[in-house]
């Protein structure tokens, strides 16, 4: 049963003034570390299409501090379940939040080792399928933003709606994947430049099934319920 | 014919036998819209309905003049020792009988109910004799019987090895954690059905504590356990089922983990993640 949205909104403040802070804390470096990776991931596309080294620069430069920001979450964590012990809805909300930051690792490893081919590919002659990983990088940001959402907002109708997007994106990848490899086939000259957009399309789709993750981890915070593997059905099953 | 009437012994003592996996529990204690007042009007406890099952460990939790040491204390009658005192609606089922049955044996319900309380209290005895007491009052003289429970006894409780060398030594000279092993081995020797334990660990530092949680979760496989505590910690350690009360109503009663996890009332929820209380 999803009793509410957004329970640390509507949660009577702790006894402990200390507590409220530490949550807050955890919270909100899960939300910056979110912001960093989300740019990232706009630096490494704006990378790649625009061909811009600096942009593809300060992807793989920034992915350090997300790397960082996930070992503060970690630590906050680990510090609010030693100090506080605590229960319920907030033992839930201190698992999600470092469940979170190790998908924002991954997204932002991903969206680094997109930068790194557009590095590449950007020293060979432009080709015009490149344009066309923009469509697949749109439906993977707004997937993401919107788990990001999830989380900040405890949003459960919306995490539920994330599967079947994740599924368009993988259909969508599939789709390009095959016309690429004709592609390559008829253009065997490029082919570095095609089988490095392959990978980037890959990524992409890494992308999406973290951003899954997240909701997953977001549903479980708001409501009890693990939603992994099962979809809606946990949530009437709780 | 009553379990805990005078001269009944042990009717329902088949419950103590192994269970097959899977097997669905017998029911130890039920109680149907208890209500109670210290003073015969106003009631402390308002309607408590639950059921507590055999070899299984229950916490009763809530803020302090919940009513849970009420409820508590009702189950082996020890309120009967408040003259004013008494059930003002409902009644309370022990192994199948209703306790406030006026032909129940009070001695007879507390033999069956034995009870741990948050200050040790061994008797100014040696332990040898703190611990063959119930038995002794209760008739039995045969030195070998006695002396064999005792032994049972101290084994259960954990405390064989570290005094066996010394059973005709006093039992206030032992440790604050050994004496509250004494109690328990003085309650388990009278071979209860049911053990309840108000704030057993409240007085104990934190070795002794886990020495006697560790005792809890031994003795559940052979007696039903209800603990009353206010730390929340030991609740989610030691307990199957945990019962939330407040004001004296029973908010909640669940699982556990589940209560612990996804707490289904807000009142429970903002108790147990120290949010009143």
New interface residues.
């Given amino acids: 049963m999803v009793r509410s949205n957004n329970i640390v909104a509507t949660q009577t403040a702790h006894t402990l003034s200390t507590f409220n802070v530490a949550m807050k804390e955890i919270r909100n470096s899960v939300l910056t570390m979110a912001s960093i990776t989300q740019q990232n991931m706009e630096f490494a596309i704006r990378g790649l299409l625009e061909r811009s080294q600096e942009a593809c620069n300060e992807a793989i430069a920034d992915d350090d501090e997300v790397n960082s920001f996930e070992k503060v979450v970690d630590t906050e964590g680990m510090q609010i379940l030693i100090r506080f012990s605590p229960v319920a809805a907030d033992l839930r909300h201190v698992l999600a939040a470092m469940k979170i930051a190790g998908n924002l690792e991954r997204i932002s490893d991903q969206a680094q080792s997109v930068a790194r081919r557009a590095r590449k590919i950007i020293k060979h002659p432009e080709v015009s399928e490149t344009r066309s990983v923009e469509p697949l990088f749109e439906m993977a940001i707004n997937l993401y933003k919107d788990s990001i959402r999830c989380y900040a907002e405890g949003d459960v109708e919306l995490a539920l709606s994330l599967y079947e997007r994740d599924q368009e994106l993988d259909k969508a990848h599939s789709k390009m994947i095959k016309e690429l490899t004709k592609t390559m086939e008829r253009q065997p000259s490029n082919l570095k430049t095609y089988l490095h957009l392959i990978f980037i399309l890959r990524c992409l789709e890494r992308i999406g099934d973290h951003a899954v993750n997240i909701g997953e981890d977001a549903v479980f915070a708001e409501s009890a319920a693990d939603i992994r593997h099962v979809g809606a059905r946990a949530l009437t099953d709780s | 014919m009553s379990a805990i009437s005078a001269g009944t012994e042990k009717t329902v003592g088949s419950q103590k036998t192994e269970k097959p996996e899977g097997a669905k529990k017998s029911l130890v204690i039920e109680t149907n819209e208890v209500s109670f007042a210290y003073d015969g009007k106003k009631d402390v406890l308002k309607k408590i309905s639950m059921q507590i099952f055999a070899q299984e460990v229950t916490a009763f939790i809530g803020p302090s003049g919940c009513g849970k040491s009420t409820l508590l204390r009702n189950f082996n009658r020890m309120n009967d020792l408040i003259p004013t005192a008494k059930i003002t609606n409902g009644h309370i089922s022990i192994l199948g009988s209703d306790i406030f049955d006026p032909m129940v044996d009070v001695i007879e319900l507390r033999k069956k109910v034995g009870m741990v309380f948050q200050k040790y209290n061994p008797f100014p005895k040696s332990i040898y004799e703190n611990v063959a007491y119930g038995l002794r009052i209760a008739g039995e003289n045969r030195k070998s019987v006695i002396d064999q429970a005792v032994e049972e006894s101290l084994q259960l409780s954990g405390l064989w090895e570290e005094v066996k060398d010394r059973l005709d030594a006093s039992g206030m000279g032992l440790s604050g954690g050994q004496q509250q092993r004494l109690c328990i081995a003085r309650t388990i020797a009278v071979r209860p059905e049911i053990i309840l334990m108000d704030e057993p660990c409240s007085a104990l530092d934190p070795i002794s504590t886990a020495k006697v949680e560790d005792l809890i979760t031994q003795l559940k496989e052979k007696f039903t356990i209800v603990i009353v505590t206010h730390n929340?910690?030991q609740a989610?350690r030691v307990s199957d089922r945990t019962a939330f009360f407040y004001l004296g109503s029973l908010i909640e009663m669940d699982d556990t983990t589940k209560l612990?996890?996804?707490?289904?009332q807000k009142e429970?929820?903002?108790y147990?993640?120290?949010?009143?209380g």
């Fill in positions: 929340m910690q989610t612990f996890t996804n707490p289904t429970t929820e903002d147990i993640s120290g949010r009143f």
